[in-house]
């Protein structure tokens, strides 16, 4: 039995199973997540829904994710483990509500704009 949560950041997107009577193991992407993501942020990220509700040990968690960046990748992940702990109990909405894990951040990156180096630069005024 395991329960799915999908969590988004970015262009980055994170399918999530929680699967019950676990042992604490949590795989992404067919490693285990301290190999696949290098940074202790990201790791915190992960185990941050865990940690407020105190289930770090009671799941075994696969993630498939893919698109965007580590930091897009570690959030949506995230998300997708705080929307699937509130299919094994609902109760936990506030909580996670409080932490703000719960709402997407919908941040994207500006398109670039014609006569611009990036999306607002703009090339150096030159007098003469």
Known sequence: MYYEGLGRRKTASARVRLHSGGSGQYIINGQPYQEYF??????????????LTHTEAQFDITVLVEGGGITGQSEAV????S???????????????QAGILTRD??????????????????QYTKR
């Open 38 to 51: 290098r940074r202790e942020v990201d790791w915190q990220n992960l185990l941050m829904p865990l940690k």
């Open 106 to 123: 919908a941040r994207e990156k500006e398109r670039k704009k014609p006569g611009l180096k990036r999306a607002r630069k703009a090339p």
């Open 83 to 97: 929307r699937a702990l509130l299919k094994v109990d609902p109760e936990f909405r506030t909580l996670l509500r």
């Open 78 to 81: 995230r998300m997708g483990v």
